[in-house]
């Protein structure tokens, strides 16, 4: 009997042996995702839901953004900028090769910025190439770009999900077919379900340690936490409960991350609209809304507010929350100036995200304080896009500005806030035309303090990113300066 | 019966077509582009017009009902807008995970209903029977998502017998196929065993009540022999109905269980499709499931013959 025992043992040691060894060489990650990308192209869609999967795995642009928001060389290994600003020439990586075992070289960067720039291009960010002049070749590796006018964000404006490089043969079919010059290729988008990628073996540059990984798509928040609590899925980058967060920090197994996002949320007015055309107004509301209420009731406190129209981790900030702190006897005395004493009607239009839906709720809430009654309206994202943003038939809503970079949304001609200042429409042309950082600091810096003080919009947080993963999951991004899931250095530890 | 048949297929046709004039009609009322949503708020007012281009969004609305129209009729439902592939390849991939589902779902549901309502209705009036029916109210009014996630904890996430959600194809074997429905199966199934359940019983308990059921035991057949042989068949039309409309709900309905388990059905494709303003596969899907009720009733009418030969040789 003892012996039967002992070979047990010993068996069942053994078993737990090659157990753990093929656990250290653990290969494979699953990924949930909220949101399934319409297709997978990032040259002819904005949603995030695209870059989330094949920016940096499958798609590779001029340069490249990384994880702290610089910018790095990618396809280009180096370039050199002319005296005025105005010519880059680019030197380009050797031995490249698509997924689909065609050449990259110079020809190829000169279709796809020349395609996105092209009258009947259908590029979701069309304004990043419009200082473009002209692309010439010089040779295989050589490309030469003119730029119109001097403009200081082009490098990073070509890291960008929407200016990677695509090949002529494979443009039209990338939708379905995803052609890059990336580490990973797409195996199989089972719609609806999941898409695989995998390791690219003829990769140019530094090999992934992943061999394989699959994006889940579970849109529920209640499904996500089960999916991560049964071990399907072992990372969700971008967590959508928030209420579930502490229940994984307090489990050993997860490692949850909050980090930040280019995410400014706002709650924009409409600056041409009575009584919204009037700054004490708009003061009146912005001094209403108590932010730690807000963050704490929206976000489970896990957001950071922001007096300005720029993120917090960017070396240029200022901190301008105390110039819209909140005051509600303040507020009244702004709106009886403003001649509206007893406060007046209104309506908010809320987008579906949690955060607006939720946040709209406390700041109706609030405004109601100060004698401004909110009529809540619900709206889809192809309603909103269609009545708030191109119809400008709104009076407030929330809503949340994820491009990276996009300060000078304040100063676009005919944009859905309805703000109109010369004075800041010619700090954002500034800073477009410098590329010396210390200017640029000081530019951004005046910008800020302009839109404080004009509150085109009521400036409220800015949106955390909750990455919840498998504690032995190494080399997820913290933060999300673009929308991006980059495999290239995850690894599971040994 | 043939007389009947065709032109039951008649008025089959008749209602797909005004069903493809409202659906047409009502999604073209409802605000939203589909070729702004793709690009975004970056996007230029040029870039947009090439897209609605593309997408044929540009055609008028005439031309572009009979365009379609015209390619149902050859079996094309047009290309999706947002995902651009054929409709009907999106359809069929869902379909192959929508289908199983329903269909396990309802056999779970009749061979848990019909012996639970026997059973009760036989004991009527006992302690028995009002248990067993207060245990079918209880599952009539358990909301299936809450009921979903409580399998999920129990056997997903403290057992780990089966997985959380999510479906990995019939591709990966019939069995992981099969492996992944079972708990969504039985989200769905047992709220419709418990409905299925009482309109049995009830059922029964009228037809128990009818004047021949009495002619029957006069003539010496046993409890158990009436109620088999006379009660249930005649009880099984309206059991016929209710099968017939619960079909047609697990078919798309289940867009909550779907989510819930995060499973590739047809009740998400809509769903999606109708925020991406992706019409066209709205469309197709809305005519489908249009198709799939009409026929369902047809068989539901037909198999009323079978079960009651009184029906035979009417019509």
Redesign the interface.
């Known amino acids: 009997m003892n012996r039967v025992w002992k070979s047990a043992l010993a068996a069942s040691a053994l078993v737990l042996l090659s157990a753990t060894a093929s656990f250290a060489a653990k290969t494979d990650l699953v990924l949930g995702v909220v949101l399934e990308p319409p297709h997978l192209d990032p040259t002819a869609g904005a949603a995030t839901a695209i870059g989330e999967i094949v920016y940096a795995n499958v798609f590779e642009g001029l340069t490249r953004i990384n994880a702290k928001g610089e910018v790095l060389p990618a396809l280009a290994e180096s370039w050199t900028i002319s005296e005025d600003g105005k010519l880059y020439t680019f030197k380009l990586h050797k031995d490249v090769k698509f997924h689909d075992g065609t050449a990259f070289d110079a020809q190829d960067v000169k279709f796809s910025l020349d395609r996105a720039r092209d009258e009947k291009s259908t590029n979701p960010q069309k304004p990043l190439f419009a200082s473009i002049d002209t692309v010439e070749i010089v040779d295989p590796l050589t490309v030469k770009v003119t730029l119109k006018q001097p403009n200081g964000d082009f490098l990073y404006n070509m890291g960008w999900a929407a200016a990677v490089i695509v090949a002529p043969e494979s443009a039209d079919t990338n939708k379905e077919k995803p052609v890059g010059t990336g580490p990973f290729k797409v195996d199989n988008w089972a719609k609806g379900s999941q898409i695989v990628i995998s390791k690219n073996p003829a990769y140019w540059g530094t090999p992934v340690a992943l061999d394989k990984a699959t994006f889940r798509i579970i849109p529920d928040p209640a499904a996500a936490t089960a999916a991560l609590l049964a071990g399907d899925v072992q990372a969700f980058p971008v967590f959508p409960s928030y209420e579930a967060v502490p229940q994984f920090q307090a489990d050993p197994r997860f490692k949850v991350v909050i980090g930040t996002t280019e995410g400014e949320t706002v709650l924009g007015m409409n600056n041409k609209k009575p009584p919204f055309d009037n700054l004490k107004v708009r003061q009146a509301i912005a001094h209403a809304i108590d932010r730690k209420t807000l963050i704490d009731g929206a976000l489970f406190g896990l957001g950071t507010p922001i007096g300005s129209f720029f993120p917090p981790h960017h070396p240029a900030y200022i901190d301008l929350t105390g110039e819209s702190a909140y005051d509600p006897a303040l507020s009244k005395k702004l709106l009886a100036e403003a001649g509206h004493p007893d406060g007046f009607k209104t309506t908010l239009k809320l987008p579906p995200p949690v955060y607006a839906r939720r946040g709209g709720e406390i700041i109706a809430a609030e405004l109601r304080e100060i004698g401004i009654e909110a009529e809540i309206i619900p709206v889809e994202w192809a309603q909103w896009l269609e009545q708030v943003f191109k119809g400008k038939d709104y009076d407030m809503t929330i809503v949340s500005h994820t491009e990276p970079n996009d300060l000078n949304i304040f100063a676009r001609d005919n944009y859905y806030f309805n703000y109109d200042s010369p004075a800041f429409r010619e700090v954002i042309k500034q800073i477009e035309a410098t590329s010396d950082t210390t200017t640029r600091t000081g530019l951004y810096q005046q910008a800020q303090k302009i839109l404080a003080a004009d509150v085109p919009a009521a400036f409220l947080f800015q949106l955390p990113k909750t990455g919840i993963w498998d504690a032995k999951v190494e080399g997820l991004w913290e933060n999300g300066p673009i929308p991006a899931n980059d495999l290239t250095a995850v690894k599971w530890a040994e | 019966m043939l007389n009947y048949v065709s032109k039951r297929i008649l008025i089959g046709i008749l209602t797909l077509l005004a069903a493809s004039i409202v659906v047409f009609i009502v999604l073209e009322i409802?605000?939203?582009?589909?070729a702004?949503?793709?690009?975004?708020?970056?996007?230029?007012e040029?870039?947009v017009q090439?897209?609605q281009q593309?997408m044929g969004l540009d055609q008028p609305l005439l031309i572009r009902y009979f365009s379609w129209i015209g390619g149902l009729l050859v079996g094309d439902f047009g290309k999706s807008y947002?995902?651009?592939?054929p409709v009907l390849n999106?359809i069929t991939?869902?379909i192959a995970v929508s289908l199983p589902l329903a269909l396990i779902s309802l056999f779970l549901s009749t061979i848990i209903a019909i012996p639970v309502g026997l059973f009760s209705a036989s004991r009527r009036g006992t302690m028995t029977d009002s248990g067993t029916m207060a245990i079918a109210q209880v599952g009539v009014a358990i909301p299936n998502f809450w009921f979903a996630?409580l399998l999920?904890?129990v056997f997903?996430?403290s057992l780990?017998l089966v997985?959380?959600?999510?479906?990995p194809?019939w591709n990966a074997g019939v069995w992981a196929g099969l492996k992944s429905l079972i708990l969504p199966s039985i989200a769905l199934g047992l709220p419709q065993a418990a409905i299925l359940a009482r309109v049995t019983r009830s059922a029964l308990l009228d037809v128990l009540g009818e004047d021949y059921i009495r002619t029957a035991r006069a003539k010496g057949l046993t409890r158990r022999k009436v109620l088999y042989r006379h009660a249930l068949r005649n009880a099984l039309i309206p059991v016929l109905t209710i099968l017939g409309l619960q079909f047609a709900f697990l078919l798309a309905g289940t867009i909550i269980i779907e989510?819930?388990?995060?499973?590739?059905?047809l009740g998400?494709?809509v769903f999606?499709a109708i925020?991406?303003?992706d019409l066209i596969v709205v469309e197709g899907v809305v005519m489908l499931l249009v198709a799939t009720v009409i026929l369902v009733n047809l068989l539901v009418d037909l198999s009323y013959a079978l079960v009651d030969p009184r029906l035979r040789g009417r019509s």
């Open positions: 409802v605000p939203g582009d589909p702004r949503l793709m690009l975004g708020m970056n996007a230029t040029d870039a090439a897209l593309q947002t995902y651009s592939v999106l991939e869902r996630l999920v904890y997903a996430v780990r997985p959380a959600g999510g479906f194809g989510n819930v388990f995060y499973l590739p059905g998400r494709l999606q925020t991406q303003r």
